[in-house]
């Protein structure tokens, strides 16, 4: 019997267009215009098998988030609030909606690459969600999308995660979730200083979960000496000792260089390249299984390009 090709999933639902923080708001609803014009445009879309998204229920979302947190942020959203009273995520009425749905489709591509279907997947979401603890939104961010994957993927019998992040900022919610925790490991490179403000070197898990954190803060103006350096001498090692069963990515493309947000310098070609790098991981321990979830990003055109660099790696895995 011949073997079976298997594509990259791609979650890409309009829906997440109705969370709209308003007027002048760096996350806005173009970002997703942006990323899926440039996915049809380069014909990349061609490649991608589409994964269709869902709401995530309040099961799902309670395996990172807090009853407390998911009542308040529901109320405050629905009832017409601006931001949410725990920190510096705006929303609008329809927000809610918007972010089960980002959960539910994140979710709906780690069941694709876990049951085969997929040899790995990308999640074109919003509202963004790494700076979301179990208990807070901020940041943007309203549910932790990556982190809602990791514990989807352990709800499936997943041991060992390793979730990479390279946003420009430091994914303050992801670490807090799992900081001890030792069967998720959280690898973050990230400008220092900057905010949130948290990511120091320093900070490398507590109790069980002490040495299943890596922060690796960068000055402004750092990039691909610093970032590979960080990649190759930091996280290579830390992987091999780990042997993660799923690597997750954060994908923050407001580390390429001439992002608003950052003052990181990396290229599409440097994404490409550290996208084939954990390819390589994935293949070495994780029978090739990645899923990666955007985050941020707020150069419309940088942030297509960054994205259809990912992607084509990704696709050519």
Known sequence: MAERFLHTGLVADPICKIH??????????????????????????????KIPARPAIESELMRAHTR???????????????????????????????????????????????????????????????????????????????????????????HRVLIVDWDVHHGNGTQDIFYEDPSVFYFSIHQWPLYPNTGAAEETGRGRGVGTTLNCPLPAGAGRAEVFA???????????????????????????????????????????????????????HAAGRIVSILEGGYSPAGLAAATCAHVQALSEA
């Open 20 to 49: 709209d923080a308003g007027w002048g708001h760096p996350e806005t609803p173009s970002r997703y215009d942006a990323v899926f014009r440039a996915l049809c445009t380069t014909g990349l879309i061609e490649h991608l098998e």
């Open 68 to 158: 407390d947190y998911l009542a308040l942020a529901r109320r405050e959203i629905e009832g017409g609030a601006t931001t949410l009273s725990t920190g510096d995520a705006d929303v609008c009425p329809k927000s809610w909606s918007a972010a089960q749905y980002a959960v539910g489709g994140c979710l709906n591509a780690v069941d694709a690459v876990m049951d085969g279907r997929m040899k790995n997947a990308f999640c074109l979401v919003r509202p963004p969600g790494h700076h979301a603890t179990a208990s807070r939104g901020m940041g943007f961010c309203i549910f932790n999308n990556v982190a809602l994957a990791a514990r989807h993927a352990q709800a499936r019998g997943v």
């Open 230 to 284: 960080a990649f190759e001498k930091q996280l290579l090692p830390a992987a091999t000792l780990f042997r993660p069963e799923l690597i997750l990515i954060s994908a923050g493309f407001d580390s390429r260089i001439d992002d608003p947000l950052g003052a990181f310098t990396l290229t599409d070609d440097d994404f490409a390249d550290l996208t084939r790098l954990l390819i390589n991981l994935a293949n070495q």
